[in-house]
């Protein structure tokens, strides 16, 4: 079928990796290409002019993001097709149930359309467009979302103002394609959230962290609890559900504390200190005060160039909470820096617990739920890593 799509040949030998599905296209990789702007529909060729591919083209080190290894257009059928993959594959899965109301309905590459980020709020969806390809299928995406969700659907907001990198010289404002609310209320295990998409961070709540935050609760009765980098106060809520005997929350922003704070009080938590503050400031101060310490902080690497002052910065944090924690304590400890594989932050926890002089043991080795898929051809995909030490 052609689609009088612009074309891209790659050179001999870079077809390989699109025959396994890894859907970026390298600079590198290109022997020729059409006239393309940032953003337009390409379809990709091998050197001896086979089919490849359909993506969009984005002109950066990443050339072409793909979307399709069938030749097809990417009209209002696709991506009727897509999201409606997406959301029944989390039904099936349960993740829409009577305790649980907010999960992420499509996940970039993890759901075959890179740059693309749909959470769902019971009913109220944000989309997230990463790239001007994505961005400009706005309206083809919001139309889809109303034909999977029907009912269920109560708004769509649009917010891509921060995510998008380039705006190609045009105003991209965050808004409402559908409906409207702001400050809505979601379930989450059966805990109840304040969820602000329109100003909070992000696209309102972490809800890749749902399935670790049970496992703290397993952990946190009768326990001195500390959540660093709390944001909503996703951990603290958990744990001090849990009977935590004490929970201190500390973020360096005071209206990510006001909603901490707003959370334990929707969840009937009382006995609760939160303090806006710097993390690395607040643990100095602390030795032997908690026997249970999450560490989430924000993505330490954004970008390759930044990986090894990341590392330097997990590297201090750990050790930090490491010397400090209680004696058999317990540490929950995260990176969300997608350019830190799994092995470097492991090795990264190591090196911080030689350097505490404390003996650990590892309970866990966490990762991002299934509402985050990860393909095994596209190991990028898994960006969220975390560990429960025992720290004697
Ligand atoms: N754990 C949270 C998500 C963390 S997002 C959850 O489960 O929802 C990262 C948070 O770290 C943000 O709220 C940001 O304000 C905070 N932050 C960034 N740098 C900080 C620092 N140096 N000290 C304390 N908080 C910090």
């Known amino acids: 079928m052609d689609n009088n799509y612009p074309r891209i040949t790659l050179h001999k030998g870079k077809e390989i990796s699109l025959q396994r599905h890894h859907p970026w296209i390298f600079s590198g990789a290109i022997a020729t290409k059409d006239h393309l702007q940032d953003g337009d529909w390409v379809e990709?060729?091998?050197?001896?002019?086979?089919?490849?591919?359909?993506?969009?083209?984005?002109?950066?080190?990443i050339a072409v993001r793909v979307v399709s290894f069938k030749q097809r257009p990417i009209d209002a059928t696709f991506w009727e097709e897509q999201i409606k993959k997406a959301y029944n594959y989390r039904i099936k899965l349960n993740l829409l149930n009577e305790n649980t109301n907010a999960f992420r309905l499509f996940f970039g590459e993890?759901?075959?359309?890179?740059?693309?980020?749909?959470?769902?709020y019971d009913g109220h969806v944000v989309i997230q467009a990463h790239s001007w390809g994505v961005f400009r299928e706005m309206d083809n995406i919001a139309q889809a979302l109303k034909?999977?969700?029907?009912?269920?659907?109560?708004?769509?907001?649009?917010?891509?103002?921060?995510?998008?990198?380039?705006?190609?010289?045009?105003?991209?404002?965050n808004g409402f394609l559908y409906g409207d609310g702001s400050e809505i209320i979601v379930k989450e295990h059966g805990h109840?959230?304040?969820?602000?998409?329109?100003?909070?961070?992000?696209?309102?709540?972490?809800?890749?962290q749902r399935e670790n935050r049970n496992l703290l609760a397993q952990y946190a009765k009768g326990k001195q609890v500390l959540n660093t980098f709390c944001y909503t106060g996703g951990f603290s809520v958990y744990a001090a559900s849990a009977g935590a005997a004490l929970m201190h929350s500390v973020d360096s922003s005071q209206a990510a504390i006001d909603l901490c704070n707003k959370n334990m009080a929707l969840n009937g938590i009382q006995?609760?200190?939160?303090?806006?503050?710097?993390?690395?400031?607040?643990?100095?101060?602390k030795k032997n005060a908690y026997d249970l310490i999450v560490l989430d902080p924000p993505a330490f690497a954004k970008s390759r160039d930044s990986k090894?002052?990341?590392?330097?910065?997990?590297?201090?944090?750990?050790?930090?909470?490491?010397?400090?924690?209680?004696?058999d304590g317990i540490l929950f400890t995260f990176s969300c820096s997608g350019v830190i594989d799994k092995y470097l932050f492991y090795n990264t926890i190591t090196a911080a617990a030689i350097e505490a002089k404390r003996n650990i043991r590892i309970l866990h080795y966490l990762s991002q739920p299934a509402d985050h898929p990860v393909s095994p051809f596209f190991p990028e995909?898994?960006?969220?890593?975390?560990?429960?030490?025992?720290v004697e």
């Open 192 to 208: 109840q959230f304040y969820v602000d998409f329109v100003k909070g961070q992000k696209t309102g709540f972490f809800i890749d």
């Open 110 to 120: 993890g759901d075959g359309v890179p740059g693309l980020i749909i959470d769902y």
């Open 271 to 285: 006995n609760q200190e939160s303090f806006a503050v710097d993390t690395f400031e607040f643990l100095k101060e």
């Open 381 to 390: 995909g898994e960006y969220l890593k975390g560990m429960v030490l025992w």
């Open 308 to 327: 090894h002052k990341a590392i330097i910065g997990y590297k201090n944090l750990n050790s930090l909470a490491i010397k400090n924690i209680k004696s």
């Open 147 to 173: 034909q999977v969700l029907g009912t269920n659907l109560k708004s769509i907001y649009n917010k891509s103002a921060e995510s998008l990198s380039k705006h190609h010289g045009q105003e991209v404002q």
């Open 44 to 61: 990709v060729y091998s050197h001896k002019k086979e089919y490849l591919a359909t993506g969009y083209y984005a002109g950066g080190s």
